[in-house]
């Protein structure tokens, strides 16, 4: 057979059989093999960019949780800082008031004993004063006696009042 | 599971394995040839013929008979190949070819040998009947291969669409897992870069048969025994069908603007158009070109390849006439040539399938373009391949 001429029975048989094969293959096979592909393709496509965003989402927890950590973190120690404050405040605060009272409590141990003081000295002169004139009653009674020891005993005493 | 994974690799090894051996099987078939002529022999194995030799020479030649299908003056005949006895017979008037002009033709006896049945004498005269018109419509050896390639890409891309029906959405898998890169690069790197996102989706099935027809048919010629060993891709009718149906599938999927560009091509001194209308004309003539050329480019590669394998082959019978000691040392070189070439045609069936592919794809891009800006860019991309 010649190299160069075509021959009518392979024409024919080739537009049967490639026809044949296309509508097979076109009805049956492609639409299914590159409609799986694309949507495998697009599975793929979209789980990776779930994937890179919930990769983003967990960055963004972390960090808020993180935040949310140094948050808890310093109002913790804004809470210890206040306690202490307000310890230190109560503390002084007793402190004043309790020397205060003491110093109340001083002054009015200090009140009482003077007034006890007083009262003592008050009672003591009155005692003195009692017990003198009882002794100058009984010494009177005694140098009344005679006359001139009265007289010499009063200027006396007058002369000792004088100096008190 | 393992069956699916050892399935692919053990077709390559066998491809290579039945590679590496075709030369014993072409050795047989010269054993007791009188003079051997390389021309005949090399252009008898590229051609088509009506059976399928696989081993041996005249009497005791192994063979495929093949159906021989006739309308002569409208009734059909059919018999098979065999009763021709490589053309040393003839079957009810039918007989093939003998004469220069007739050579692997059939003919009709006349005269006194019409409808004549029995063998053909050497030295005697026969008739040929010239008024019959004999219309041959013969499953040959091409056919026979056609018909054995389409059923295996049937086949093949069939369980593989069952394949990815029963596991859709997962990973691909055995035969699936070979094909879909395949199909991945034809789809991305071809057909979307030709013919644009937007439109490709009509044209992928077409472009896809296309490209695993020639592969495949490419890598059967390839096979030196029975399912390949036809030259299908290298035959001009093949080609040339393939080639109208890209030129069809052009012309129709055009639109104005591609008919603008052929009639009043943008761009172009007005005296080249009006009042010869020679643009016009070379453009007219380059619609016709594009097809004619992807027709040879194929056809000739691959007839090429066949031509050269079988030079080497040739080579060795050629001195093995001068001195058997010679036919053998010249065997090992020729068998290293051989293999060479084997490796280097398995990559020519995949560079002319996947160019085939690619400037069909582009010639539909280019007739769908819209603008002009794009048209005159891509237009360079198929020039460098074209130089193949």
Same mark, same amino acid.
């Given at each position: 057979?010649?190299?160069?001429?075509?021959?009518?029975?392979?024409?024919?048989?080739?537009?049967?059989?490639?026809?044949?094969?296309?509508?097979?293959?076109?009805?049956?096979?492609?639409?299914?093999?590159?409609?799986?592909?694309?949507?495998? $393709?697009?599975?793929?496509?979209?789980?990776?960019? @779930?994937?890179? %965003? *919930?990769?983003? +989402?967990? !960055? #963004?927890?972390?960090?808020?949780?993180?935040?949310?950590?140094?948050?808890?973190?310093?109002?913790?120690?804004?809470?210890?800082?206040?306690?202490?404050?307000?310890?230190?405040?109560?503390?002084?605060?007793?402190?004043?008031?309790?020397?205060?009272?003491?110093?109340?409590?001083? $002054?009015?141990?200090?009140?009482?004993?003077?007034? @006890?003081?007083? %009262? *003592?000295?008050? +009672?003591? !002169? #009155?005692?003195?004063?009692?017990?003198?004139?009882?002794?100058?009653?009984?010494?009177?009674?005694?140098?009344?006696?005679?006359?001139?020891?009265?007289?010499?005993?009063?200027?006396?005493?007058?002369?000792?009042?004088?100096?008190? | 599971?393992?069956?699916?994974?050892?399935?692919?690799?053990?077709?390559?090894?066998?491809?290579?394995?039945?590679?590496?051996?075709?030369?014993?099987?072409?050795?047989?078939?010269?054993?007791?040839?009188?003079?051997?002529?390389?021309?005949?022999?090399?252009?008898?194995?590229?051609?088509?013929?009506?059976?399928?030799?696989?081993?041996?020479?005249?009497?005791?030649?192994?063979?495929?008979?093949?159906?021989?299908?006739?309308?002569?003056?409208?009734?059909?005949?059919?018999?098979?190949?065999?009763?021709?006895?490589?053309?040393?017979?003839?079957?009810?008037?039918?007989?093939?070819?003998?004469?220069?002009?007739?050579?692997?033709?059939?003919?009709?006896?006349?005269?006194?040998?019409?409808?004549?049945?029995?063998?053909?004498?050497?030295?005697?005269?026969?008739?040929?009947?010239?008024?019959?018109?004999?219309?041959?419509?013969?499953?040959?050896?091409?056919?026979?291969?056609?018909?054995?390639?389409?059923?295996?890409?049937?086949?093949?891309?069939?369980?593989?669409?069952?394949?990815?029906?029963?596991?859709?959405?997962?990973?691909?898998?055995?035969?699936?897992?070979?094909?879909?890169?395949?199909?991945?690069?034809?789809?991305?790197?071809?057909?979307?870069?030709?013919?644009?996102?937007?439109?490709?989706?009509?044209?992928?099935?077409?472009?896809?048969?296309?490209?695993?027809?020639?592969?495949?048919?490419?890598?059967?010629?390839?096979?030196?025994?029975?399912?390949?060993?036809?030259?299908?891709?290298?035959?001009?009718?093949?080609?040339?069908?393939?080639?109208?149906?890209?030129?069809?599938?052009?012309?129709?999927?055009?639109?104005?603007?591609?008919?603008?560009?052929?009639?009043?091509?943008?761009?172009?001194?007005?005296?080249?158009?009006?009042?010869?209308?020679?643009?016009?004309?070379?453009?007219?003539?380059?619609?016709?070109?594009?097809?004619?050329?992807?027709?040879?480019?194929?056809?000739?590669?691959?007839?090429?390849?066949?031509?050269?394998?079988?030079?080497?082959?040739?080579?060795?019978?050629?001195?093995?006439?001068?001195?058997?000691?010679?036919?053998?040392?010249?065997?090992?070189?020729?068998?290293?040539?051989?293999?060479?070439?084997?490796?280097?045609?398995?990559?020519?069936?995949?560079?002319?399938?996947?160019?085939?592919?690619?400037?069909?794809?582009?010639?539909?891009?280019?007739?769908?373009?819209?603008?002009?800006?794009?048209?005159?860019?891509?237009?360079?991309?198929?020039?460098?391949?074209?130089?193949?």
């Amino acid at each position: 057979m010649d190299l160069l001429t075509p021959s009518i029975g392979l024409i024919f048989w080739m537009l049967i059989g490639f026809g044949i094969l296309f509508f097979i293959l076109a009805k049956y096979a492609w639409p299914i093999i590159t409609k799986s592909i694309s949507e495998r $393709e697009r599975k793929i496509e979209n789980q990776l960019s @779930e994937a890179a %965003k *919930a990769r983003e +989402e967990m !960055k #963004n927890l972390k960090s808020e949780h993180q935040a949310l950590l140094i948050q808890a973190k310093d109002e913790r120690d804004q809470i210890l800082a206040d306690a202490r404050k307000i310890r230190d405040k109560l503390y002084e605060e007793s402190k004043e008031k309790a020397y205060q009272e003491a110093q109340l409590i001083v $002054e009015e141990a200090r009140n009482a004993i003077h007034f @006890e003081k007083m %009262k *003592a000295m008050t +009672e003591i !002169k #009155n005692e003195i004063a009692n017990m003198s004139i009882e002794i100058a009653e009984k010494v009177l009674q005694k140098e009344l006696s005679d006359k001139t020891q009265q007289e010499k005993l009063v200027n006396e005493w007058i002369k000792e009042l004088n100096f008190n | 599971m393992t069956y699916d994974r050892i399935k692919t690799p053990f077709i390559c090894l066998s491809i290579v394995l039945i590679t590496l051996f075709s030369p014993i099987f072409v050795q047989a078939s010269s054993e007791e040839g009188k003079k051997f002529e390389p021309g005949q022999f090399i252009i008898e194995h590229i051609t088509d013929s009506y059976g399928w030799h696989i081993a041996g020479e005249g009497e005791h030649a192994i063979g495929i008979s093949l159906p021989i299908i006739l309308i002569d003056n409208g009734t059909p005949v059919v018999f098979m190949s065999g009763k021709f006895h490589h053309g040393h017979a003839a079957y009810k008037g039918y007989a093939l070819g003998f004469t220069p002009e007739t050579k692997g033709k059939i003919v009709k006896l006349g005269g006194t040998h019409s409808g004549y049945t029995g063998t053909l004498e050497e030295g005697t005269s026969y008739e040929i009947d010239t008024n019959a018109s004999l219309i041959d419509f013969s499953i040959t050896k091409n056919v026979c291969s056609l018909f054995i390639s389409i059923i295996l890409l049937i086949f093949i891309f069939l369980s593989v669409a069952k394949q990815y029906k029963r596991r859709d959405g997962m990973a691909p898998k055995g035969l699936q897992s070979l094909l879909e890169p395949v199909i991945l690069f034809i789809r991305d790197e071809v057909v979307i870069p030709s013919i644009g996102e937007k439109k490709y989706e009509k044209f992928l099935p077409y472009l896809l048969t296309l490209f695993f027809f020639i592969l495949i048919n490419n890598m059967m010629g390839l096979i030196p025994v029975f399912p390949g060993g036809a030259n299908l891709t290298g035959n001009i009718t093949i080609t040339g069908i393939l080639a109208i149906i890209t030129f069809f599938i052009t012309s129709f999927s055009s639109n104005k603007n591609y008919w603008k560009h052929i009639f009043n091509t943008p761009g172009v001194p007005w005296w080249l158009k009006i009042p010869i209308p020679l643009m016009p004309l070379v453009e007219i003539i380059g619609i016709f070109t594009k097809p004619f050329v992807l027709m040879v480019r194929l056809f000739a590669n691959i007839s090429a390849g066949h031509i050269i394998i079988l030079g080497f082959i040739c080579l060795v019978f050629i001195f093995g006439g001068m001195s058997p000691a010679l036919g053998y040392g010249v065997s090992a070189v020729s068998i290293f040539f051989y293999l060479f070439m084997g490796l280097l045609e398995l990559i020519v069936a995949f560079v002319q399938a996947f160019v085939f592919t690619l400037l069909t794809s582009l010639y539909i891009g280019l007739a769908m373009e819209e603008g002009h800006e794009e048209a005159h860019e891509e237009h360079h991309a198929p020039m460098s391949i074209e130089k193949e």
